[in-house]
């Protein structure tokens, strides 16, 4: 297999998001880089695709649950690169399959259910040897796809930011936390803020802090706009995303990009930003997660 996937070029669309502000923001529709395989599951995927290639692993196997982007990513890049894929999903099989299931099944992703409890061991070596047991060899790719090869793909795309845009600020939506620590790794100049999807803060930081390379402090996350909590949202949020579309031609997702940009004005609004700052924002993808929500 030395077949790559896809990638095409996304465009940042500049924003007018307050009239009277100084900002100049921009958002990078990194969620159009692939049909498929978008925003940053792409370049988390890429060097473990390579790694499986390189050893000769013709299936991989991760885990997720139901409504996981990640699932939905490695199904269709394992289908592109024509090697098998298997998805253990946290919780019962219910029918009808909701849409990112589905989709990972058309893909050719073999679902296995797994209840809470043993979906806690996730990673523990007796579990994985008898996951090998059942399943054969594959290539371990783990929950939400955060790993060392992952890392590298987002230091990768973070030195691609800058050379080809310019920005003080970067933001962008955080869950394991390993999209925001390659790009921190990656840019030690430029000021980078997360939003957290996730409630309760302090364990972001543990989880961001092991994959750093430096001990800069050029990057916060921001832990109050998580709507209630992963997968929550409100009649709020979804106004917001509504209304966000219609102004400004962009559609984002509920679970990640709309909290992001939710948060995001609001800093904006307080005054978080020194005048003239300019802005990137990273549109991570995640439309598939919509149709869950029936928008
Ligand atoms: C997975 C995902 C994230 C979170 O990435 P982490 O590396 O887990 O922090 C952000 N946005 C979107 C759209 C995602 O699918």
Redesign the pocket.
């Known amino acids: 297999m030395s077949k790559k996937l896809e990638y095409i070029v996304p465009k940042a669309v500049r924003l007018n998001l307050l009239a009277e502000s100084s900002q100049a923001v921009s958002i990078l529709r990194e969620d159009q880089n692939h049909a498929l395989v978008s925003?940053?599951?792409w370049w988390?995927l890429k060097y473990n695709l390579e790694a499986a290639a390189a050893a000769g692993c013709d299936t991989l196997l991760t885990f997720g649950g139901a409504y996981s982007?990640?699932l939905y990513a490695t199904a269709a890049a394992a289908r592109e690169l024509n090697i098998k894929s298997i998805g253990i999903v946290r919780g019962e099989r219910t029918l009808p399959l909701n849409p990112t299931l589905s989709f990972a099944e058309r893909q050719g992703m073999r679902l296995v259910y797994i209840d809470r409890e043993q979906y806690r061991h996730k990673a523990d070596e007796g579990f994985i040897k008898s996951l090998k047991d059942q399943f054969g060899e594959f290539f371990l790719i783990p929950e939400?796809g955060?790993n060392e090869l992952a890392i590298k793909g987002v230091e990768e795309w973070g030195l691609i930011l800058a050379r080809n845009h310019d920005f003080d600020y970067l933001i962008l939506?955080?869950?394991?936390?390993?999209?925001?620590a390659g790009l921190i790794n990656a840019l030690p100049q430029k000021k980078i803020i997360g939003f957290s999807s996730l409630k309760g803060g302090s364990f972001l930081n543990r989880d961001i802090e092991p994959w750093l390379k430096n001990n800069l402090r050029n990057w916060r996350v921001e832990t109050s706009f998580h709507f209630g909590g992963y997968g929550k949202v409100n009649g709020q949020l979804i106004d917001f995303i509504t209304h966000f579309e219609l102004q400004h031609e962009v559609p984002l997702?509920p679970i990640?990009?709309g909290k992001m940009m939710f948060g995001l004005i609001e800093l904006l609004k307080s005054g978080a930003f020194e005048g003239n700052s300019k802005i990137l924002a990273l549109h991570?993808?995640?439309l598939q997660g919509r149709s869950g929500f029936n928008f």
């Open positions: 925003g940053n599951k988390k982007n990640h939400g955060t939506p955080v869950g394991t936390g390993g999209t925001i997702d990640y990009t991570t993808g995640g």
